[in-house]
């Protein structure tokens, strides 16, 4: 079936780095997503990443895929307190677009 | 350029009332998906609309239907609230070609029934 797991919250210190972490269930993932929802919010799309890749780099997020775990992970490099959000994986398998959201990764900035 | 808009931004309903809530998708943008985020839980999704058709449908009920109009913009009716569908409706818009890119999202309606 079709799930997206993530650790729940993540306290870093400012200027630190940050990883959140993603599993998700369909091996049928092909298209994975990392959104960004501020208090009282939409989600902001920050990158995303196809299956046939195994890094993305943009200023300072990386992704990271692990097809054989199923595993995604986000690093925030130099985290700023302006990056304290709730950070939500996706995944959409073929080319439906319909996204699987995870519950969310509340990452605290402290400074 | 506006991004997607939503409207109303709050709204409070009686149970067993009915609620049409409103999004225009982002300029150059021709499908519009729908989904419910309740408190605390990610979002879920409710049905994706293209060509004014209902193209894929998640695991809602029938009390939940949809429009979309010539000009993309679209309609999320639920009949019969329930107190559980207390949510954040969020829209999000893309163009149809280029799903596979994200979708950009509106702040969302945020819903209470009573």
């Known amino acids: 079936g079709e799930d997206v797991e993530q650790s729940l919250f993540l306290s870093v210190r400012e200027g630190d780095s940050s990883v959140i972490n993603c599993t998700y269930t369909d091996s049928s993932s092909t298209y994975l997503y990392w959104y960004k929802q501020e208090p009282g919010a939409g989600l902001q799309l920050l990158t995303y990443i196809f299956s046939n890749m195994d890094m993305k780099q943009d200023q300072r997020l990386t992704v990271l895929l692990n097809k054989k775990d199923k595993h995604l992970s986000l690093r925030i490099a130099d985290t700023q307190t302006g990056d304290s959000a709730i950070y939500f994986c996706?995944?959409?398998?073929?080319?439906?677009?319909?996204?699987?959201f995870g519950q969310g990764t509340t990452l605290q900035v402290k400074p | 350029d506006a991004g997607v808009t939503q409207s109303p931004t709050h709204l409070i309903k009686t149970r067993g009332q009915q609620v049409t809530l409103r999004c225009s998708p982002k300029s150059g943008h021709d499908t519009v998906s729908w989904y419910q985020q309740a408190l605390g839980q990610g979002p879920q999704f409710i049905f994706q609309?293209?060509?004014?058709?209902?193209?894929q449908r998640g695991n809602f009920p029938d009390r939940f239907s949809g429009h979309q109009f010539p000009n993309y913009s679209s309609e999320l009716n639920v009949n019969a609230l329930l107190l559980g569908d207390s949510a954040l409706y969020l829209c999000a818009s893309s163009a149809w070609d280029r799903v596979n890119y994200g979708y950009t999202f509106g702040s969302g309606t945020r819903l209470t029934v009573v």
């Open positions: 996706a995944g959409a398998s073929s080319n439906t677009g319909k996204l699987i």
């Open positions: 609309y293209y060509e004014e058709e209902e193209r």
